[in-house]
């Protein structure tokens, strides 16, 4: 007894070093700047600067995401938290809860890691073997680079807390199965409780993120490949045939939906450049890539966007696309063939496929994330840890700890490289043209990143005139290296006529770039990045930074964009905001009242209108706005924003 607990006070010091050792690496990353979604979700979003003493500015807050279609409120929740601790949103502190967060879920795959060989191996194989696996993979998993770029991305806690608690749920759904499948459930409210147990889970997961909603289907994969319908001590068919049912249910489902009610799935299509089958072909090459950054994690390959990776246009555009394919066909067959001699391979495989399904199957998402593999390599890490254990008793003696040690040592160094990458906004956009020169966003980012550091020295005061005619031009450059990989994009337009009008006045190049948006748009379906860029285009048209025919331009511009879309609400709601900036009240009321009639649900149509009542004195219009606002706002969503007008009106006069 001695020796066991020493043993597992070693095996516990050596968990917590692993944490002690991650927790250093990401402390290098806490400086760094809020990015893209971290703005529209957390900075910019007025439900999170709230009066913390009213309980339901609370409730507002926690359901103020517009990503998902359950609102994310767990997950939003936290963030509220974040801005209630430090009264206000601090990037440092709000990477410090996610590094937190990291460390709790590397906490909870550690116990895990021991429930999985446990229901693999059953007793074929030690106590002491079991636990440095699970340390091994702990650590792997702690220190692996690619998961920085969850950890780091603030608005990423979201995939954190979803993965928290399917952790949680498996490891619920572990302890109670390995009882069940040695002498079966004891009492009917054992079996209740467990279930309990799993829906406030599973609903707790969904929650923080829609990924959450696999956790069922991972307790299949869990089934059907470890615990293998064993009940009271025995195979039972009954449980073996729930086990295959629970598994194949969702492919089923997606199945159905796909061919008698696609409708559900194929709008989503509209505002992309590619179609579900150009989709899918490129997540089958993707799902390739993901595995080999999780065994050979070159950081060189890394970064925030991978919009530079080609899209399957067929199966043969580009050919890799069919030998992905191929390569799936035969990994499933040969995995299939010796799942009994290579349990935790097979079920690894099936846990990273599943884990993969949401964000990488049919709905229309973007094409590739690093996040995405938060979830998906949890069970990976597994056999590549048994693989370093073994390696090291068949070395045996002293060096038994140097295969493990190696690969620990190499992550935490390659981890900590990428987290001073990301301390800071300004090397992070270097290194992401730097790695990714093909990627238009990168060069976005960077350029963005030359614009915020230009406004930092202009408010500190340290800016010379000859630093900012170089970083003008450096933004200059880059956001033309975009214009030049994707023509199409509306953002690097806006951006270089703003550059080009602010630094650059009289400068006459080869492009007119308001001339250039109006040949593009209408060419194709509007992102929502192309929303965004219109908007920032209206703001300097109406301010006078972008050029002095850019006010003329603009209404040419919107008139074709309305002219091809000419119900798209964002695009009239740019209009109105144009309209009233020129001053142009006819018009902009006409537009006003369009959006009233066709969207009376959107509550941003109800706040413009209070605001055109109040400037017009009709008090007995504003409460009637007031009213149909409230009556399409049953949640009461609302009623923080509505305060606030009512206050800023009160104060103006």
């Not at 502190?93 to 021991?114: C, D, T």
């Not at 449980?239 to 049912?245: A, D, L």
């Not at 002219?563 to 109105?576: F, T």
Request: proline share 3%; net charge positive.
């Amino acid at each position: 007894m001695r020796i066991e607990t020493i043993a597992l006070f070693v095996n516990y010091a050596f968990l917590t070093a692993l944490l002690l050792l991650t927790a250093l690496a990401y402390y290098f990353g806490l400086p760094g700047a809020f990015l893209f979604d971290d703005l529209t979700n957390l900075t910019l979003n007025p439900y999170l600067n709230f009066d913390v003493s009213k309980l339901d500015a609370w409730r507002t807050a926690s359901f103020s995401s517009d990503a998902g279609l359950l609102r994310r409120p767990i997950s939003m929740f936290t963030f509220a938290l974040n801005f209630a601790v430090a009264d206000g949103l601090y990037p440092a502190q709000v990477k410090a809860v996610n590094v937190g967060l990291h460390l709790i879920n590397g906490i909870l795959l550690y116990f895990l890691a021991v429930e999985i060989q446990l229901a693999a191996y059953q007793k074929d194989i030690s106590d002491g073997a079991v636990k440095a696996v699970a340390v091994v993979a702990t650590g792997i998993w702690l220190l692996h680079p690619l998961h920085i770029s969850t950890v780091m991305y603030s608005v990423q806690r979201m995939a954190q807390l979803s993965t928290l608690f399917v952790l949680v749920g498996l490891l619920v759904y572990f302890r109670y199965r390995a009882r069940w499948s040695v002498a079966g459930y004891k009492t009917l409210g054992e079996l209740s409780a467990a279930l309990l147990w799993l829906s406030i889970l599973f609903m707790l997961a969904i929650l923080s993120k829609e990924n959450g909603a696999l956790l069922p289907w991972l307790i299949a994969v869990s089934e059907l490949c470890l615990f293998r319908g064993r009940w009271s001590g025995r195979p039972s068919r009954l449980v073996q045939r729930i086990g295959v049912v629970a598994f194949t249910a969702p492919i089923v489902f997606l199945l159905f939906i796909l061919f008698f009610s696609p409708d559900y799935i194929l709008p989503g299509y509209d505002n992309r450049d590619f179609t579900i089958s150009e989709r899918l072909f490129t997540q089958s090459r993707l799902l390739w890539t993901y595995l080999y950054w999780l065994v050979f994690p070159d950081i060189r390959s890394f970064g925030l966007h991978h919009d530079d990776i080609a899209i399957s246009r067929s199966l043969v555009d580009p050919m890799s696309t069919l030998a992905a394919i191929c390569a799936w066909v035969v990994c499933l067959f040969l995995v299939f063939k010796y799942r009994k001699r290579y349990r935790l391979i097979w079920y690894a495989l099936l846990f990273y496929l599943v884990a993969h399904s949401m964000e990488s199957g049919v709905i229309a998402l973007e094409m590739v994330y690093e996040h995405r593999n938060y979830l998906p390599s949890i069970a990976l890490v597994i056999p590549a840890a048994a693989i370093l254990v073994t390696t090291g008793r068949f070395i045996g003696g002293r060096l038994k700890y140097v295969p493990a040690a190696i690969v620990i040592v190499t992550f935490f160094c390659l981890l900590a490289v990428r987290a001073v990458t990301w301390s800071d906004e300004l090397i992070l956009g270097q290194a992401s043209v730097k790695q990714h020169p093909q990627s238009p966003r990168s060069h976005f980012f960077y350029a963005v990143a030359l614009q915020n550091e230009y406004f930092r020295k202009v408010a500190n005061g340290t800016l010379g005139d000859l630093e900012g005619e170089a970083l003008a031009g450096s933004m200059r450059s880059h956001l033309i290296s975009m214009y030049k990989l994707d023509k199409a994009d509306i953002a690097a337009l806006v951006m270089l006529q703003q550059i080009e009008a602010r630094y650059f006045p009289g400068y006459k190049g080869a492009y007119d770039w308001l001339e250039e948006l109006e040949r593009i748009v209408g060419k194709r379906a509007l992102a929502s990045s192309d929303y965004a860029a219109l908007s920032v285009l209206v703001d300097c048209a109406i301010a006078g930074t972008c050029g002095e025919t850019a006010k003329t331009d603009l209404r040419q511009i919107l008139g074709n964009l309305i002219d091809k879309y000419p119900n798209d609400r964002k695009l009239l709601l740019a209009q109105y905001k144009y309209l009233a900036g020129i001053g142009d009240r006819a018009a902009r009321s006409a537009v006003l009242s369009k959006l009233a009639r066709l969207y009376p649900q959107w509550p941003v149509i109800h706040y413009h209108m209070i605001q055109e009542n109040m400037l017009s004195n009709n008090v007995g219009g504003m409460y009637d706005n007031v009213s149909a606002w409230l009556a399409t706002d049953a949640r009461r969503q609302q009623v923080h924003l509505l305060e606030g007008l009512f206050i800023n009106a009160e104060q103006s006069r």
